[in-house]
């Protein structure tokens, strides 16, 4: 069973680089999409981006300035940057799977457990 | 971007009874292609990550339990929980996957009556 795990700084000041990682185990991070997904605190949810197993990725475009997204299949890793964050990128960032092989039009079947970044001097 | 609006924003429904969430779509979500509706549904626990209930408006994911059911299509869509269960407290969010950025819903809170 594929499991996810985010990894990072809690704490991050603003106009700096908010830089985290999602590990995938259980299971190869090839041949599906892989996306980013946050959630203010007491608020509801917005998708970051994704990123395919080839490489590409697509953004939201709210976002699509200051965010990348990178995989590194070595490791079963992809990682999210997200440069000069200021207080309203506070937010548990979800790392999330697509429920099928090439689909990048898909329903997320497996979360992260979520990791709460706070944008704070 | 395809906006996502939920009703209602809350509802607190006696244990066993029916519960109905709607969720419409600011544009269609059906694909012409396939005629299937790129629409999912979750659930959210306090302090835990949203759990695939529902994709493609009306399948149910493996291991969730039958009372849960999916319906609607184009642009109008619910979630039915046909008899409430205390462990279905929780917020539930539509999503649409038709394209991208991929939208949530804003989410309905489900308590117990």
């Known amino acids: 069973q594929v499991q996810l795990q985010e990894s990072g700084p809690g704490l991050v000041k603003p106009s700096e680089t908010l830089s985290l990682t999602c590990t995938v185990s259980g299971g190869s991070i090839s041949s599906y999409y892989w996306s980013w997904i946050r959630q203010p605190p007491g608020r509801g949810l917005e998708w970051i981006g994704y990123i395919y197993f080839s490489g590409s990725t697509d953004y939201n475009p709210s976002l699509k300035r200051r965010v990348s997204i990178s995989l590194d299949t070595s490791r079963n890793q992809f990682s999210l940057k997200l440069r000069s964050v200021i207080a309203a990128d506070t937010a548990v960032y979800y790392c999330?799977?697509?429920?099928?092989?090439?689909?990048?039009?898909?329903?997320?079947?497996?979360w992260g457990q979520g990791a709460m970044v706070t944008v704070s001097s | 971007d395809i906006v996502m609006t939920q009703s209602p924003d809350s509802l607190a429904v006696s244990l066993g009874e029916r519960a109905t969430i709607n969720c419409k779509s600011s544009q269609s979500v059906l694909y012409s292609s396939d005629n299937k509706n790129y629409l999912t549904w979750y659930q959210q626990k306090p302090g835990q990550p949203p759990k695939l209930l529902i994709y493609?408006?009306?399948t149910r994911e493996s291991g969730v339990p039958d009372r849960f059911s999916g319906s609607g299509s184009g642009t109008d869509f619910t979630l039915t929980i046909s008899s409430l269960q205390a462990e279905d407290v929780a917020f539930y969010y539509c999503q649409q996957y038709y394209s991208t950025p991929l939208t949530f819903g804003g989410g309905t809170k489900i308590q117990i009556k």
């Open positions: 493609w408006a009306s």
């Open positions: 999330a799977k697509g429920r099928e092989r090439n689909s990048a039009y898909d329903a997320f079947d497996i």
